[in-house]
């Protein structure tokens, strides 16, 4: 059998469901390969969308099969069949990646009202192990909503196993600040740090309200006093600009090695659109930190400085 794969929200980092639905099409015997509306022929097509506010792919040859359409950008509820869920991914099919991705935990504890974890995935639940997902590789890239709601003895098995193998990780959706303890800051500053790109080292945390700041400066105290002396960067849900510039200015003002992300608030339930476009302005001045650091956000405003090149506005393009 043919099978096609389209990677509705382009090629920018791994979908991590195509690269299971190839593995067990693979395993089958089936030919799998990416869609090409005038070339492919498939018996089978396969259409994944990660998120809400990415166009669809529409431009489908009228004598081709209809799409199995999935993800979070389809259905929020999307889920892969079990056998294919616990699949080791293809790596083959994007070939340019040299790190391993996958999740040590699916779901989370909490129910903040912005999130769609956990309604799609539930409470928190382990699900894998570093090296079974490293392969051998030496950078791996963790997806997991929220690794420290584990159960302690697997937090510390999987950080010391981090650790030991010298792995470079990034857990890319950010850690949970409340969730820092004594001994797991001092198991976070054993291991290696580095994002997929392998360009930056850094712990991820997200300060998205207020009520985050409290956890999110003992969560650097407790870092910094466990002898971790590298970067640590904050996701920032930036849903009313002033407030959010004060957010960041107050945990900048904590400690300097941070880096602040902006986040524009997107209405995930229309059409994933930022609604205020100053979020926008906000994420392009904070995001990238030349920018931030010659002048305050008031400045970047009243300046007029839209035309710099903007670092991303979104999480996502952040991930990896
Ligand atoms: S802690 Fe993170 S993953 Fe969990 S519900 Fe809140 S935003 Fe979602």
Request: proline content about 5%; charged content about 25%.
């Amino acid at each position: 059998m043919k099978v096609a794969l389209v990677d509705v929200d382009g090629h920018h980092y791994p979908n991590f469901a195509l690269m299971r639905i190839s593995a067990w099409h693979k395993m089958r015997g089936d030919e799998v390969e990416w869609y090409q509306p005038m070339f492919s022929n498939p018996d089978l097509i396969y259409a994944s969308k990660i998120f809400t506010f990415t166009a669809d792919f529409t431009e489908y040859a009228p004598w081709d099969p209809i799409p199995i359409r999935g993800g979070t950008g389809y259905d929020v509820k999307s889920s892969l069949p079990d056998e294919i869920d616990r699949l080791l991914p293809d790596y083959s099919i994007y070939p340019e990646i040299p790190y391993a991705v996958g999740f040590l935990s699916r779901g989370c504890i909490r129910h903040c009202s912005w999130c769609v974890v956990p309604e799609k995935e539930g409470t928190i639940r382990q699900y894998d192990d570093i090296e079974r997902i490293a392969q051998g590789r030496r950078r791996v890239v963790l997806m997991d909503n929220n690794f420290l709601a584990n159960d302690r003895e697997f937090v510390k098995e999987q950080l010391a196993k981090a650790c030991a193998l010298r792995l470079g990780i990034d857990f890319n959706q950010g850690l949970d600040a409340r969730l820092v303890t004594e001994e797991n800051a001092r198991q976070m500053t054993c291991c290696h740090w580095r994002i997929a790109s392998g360009t930056s080292s850094y712990i991820r945390f997200s300060c998205d309200t207020q009520q985050m700041l409290g956890p999110c400066k003992n969560a650097i105290r407790l870092l910094r006093e466990a002898g971790y002396s590298g970067r640590i960067f904050f996701y920032f849900l930036a849903v009313d600009p002033e407030e959010t510039v004060e957010r960041i200015e107050e945990l900048l003002s904590f400690d300097k090695r941070i880096d602040p992300f902006v986040m524009p608030y997107r209405d995930l339930n229309g059409d994933g659109r930022v609604l205020n476009p100053r979020l926008n302005d906000l994420a392009r001045w904070c995001n990238m930190a030349s920018i931030r650091k010659s002048c305050s956000f008031k400045e970047y405003q009243s300046k007029g400085m839209k035309g710099h090149e903007s670092a991303s506005s979104v999480r996502e393009s952040n991930l990896l």
